[in-house]
T-cell receptor, first 115, second 115 residues
Framework: NAGVMQNPRHLVRRRGQEARLRCSPMKGHSHVYWYRQLPEEGLKFMVYLQKENIIDESGMPKERFSAEFPKEGPSILRIQQVVRGDSAAYFC?????????????FGPGTRLLVL | AQSVTQLDSQVPVFEEAPVELRCNYS??????LFWYVQYPNQGLQLLLK??????LVESINGFEAEFNKSQTSFHLRKPSVHISDTAEYFCAVSRGLSGYSTLTFGKGTMLLVSP
């Protein structure tokens, strides 16, 4: 039973380029969450999605960041025109249901470095 | 809104010594509580969680945590640590009501176990 998959594990981009981070949830999970971990900080919620719907994007920066979870395929977190401050580890989590009681299972993360 | 405070950024201990990692939370509604562990360059793994019932919860590898509602705390303890317990530990809360809820994390505590 594969866990949450994220790729790439490491991503290097130059300022102004685009970064695409992919997340495949655990089998049977239809709820996906993205979190960002800045150096020496805890994880901060970014966005919560169900299939084809964004439920809560209150943690997403207003510009340059977008997320989707299409009917088929992985969830994508897209960062346009990256800046050095975007350098962080981005974690995806999935759960079977969306209630607070549901355990969120985390992927290994994508570590983005912006040069 | 919820918040989580982990008072210690680093806790150094010797192998086989007891350890306590502190976690306090703030919330206007009931919460569910979680401890996650993150080994270097890996994702977060659920260590234990409190949803309801007995206020003392245990993990399979000897950790335990006690929910104290009056002190709004959920401290993590282990009577005898191993070198392999060296990792970063994150306390998190989710809203304990129906409907979706995302995780709010503390900044993490780095447990450093030395021989």
């Amino acid at each position: 039973n594969a866990g949450v998959m994220q790729n790439p594990r490491h991503l290097v981009r130059r300022r102004g380029q685009e970064a695409r981070l992919r997340c495949s949830p655990m089998k049977g999970h239809s709820h996906v969450y993205w979190y960002r971990q800045l150096p020496e900080e805890g994880l901060k919620f970014m966005v919560y999605l169900q299939k084809e719907n964004i439920i809560d994007e209150s943690g997403m920066p207003k510009e340059r960041f977008s997320a989707e979870f299409p009917k088929e395929g992985p969830s994508i977190l897209r960062i346009q025109q990256v800046v050095r401050g975007d350098s962080a580890a981005y974690f995806c989590a999935s759960s079977y249901g969306g209630d607070g009681v549901e355990t969120q299972y985390f992927g290994p993360g994508t570590r983005l470095l912006v040069l | 809104a919820q918040s989580v405070t982990q008072l210690d950024s680093q806790v150094p201990v010797f192998e086989e010594a007891p350890v306590e990692l502190r976690c306090n939370y703030s919330s206007s509604v009931s919460v569910y509580l979680f401890w996650y562990v993150q080994y270097p360059n890996q994702g977060l793994q659920l260590l234990l969680k409190y949803l309801s019932g007995s206020t003392l919860v245990e993990s399979i590898n000897g950790f335990e945590a006690e929910f104290n509602k009056s002190q709004t705390s959920f401290h993590l303890r282990k009577p005898s640590v191993h070198i392999s317990d060296t990792a970063e530990y994150f306390c998190a809360v989710s809203r304990g009501l129906s409907g979706y809820s995302t995780l709010t994390f503390g900044k993490g505590t780095m447990l450093l176990v030395s021989p």
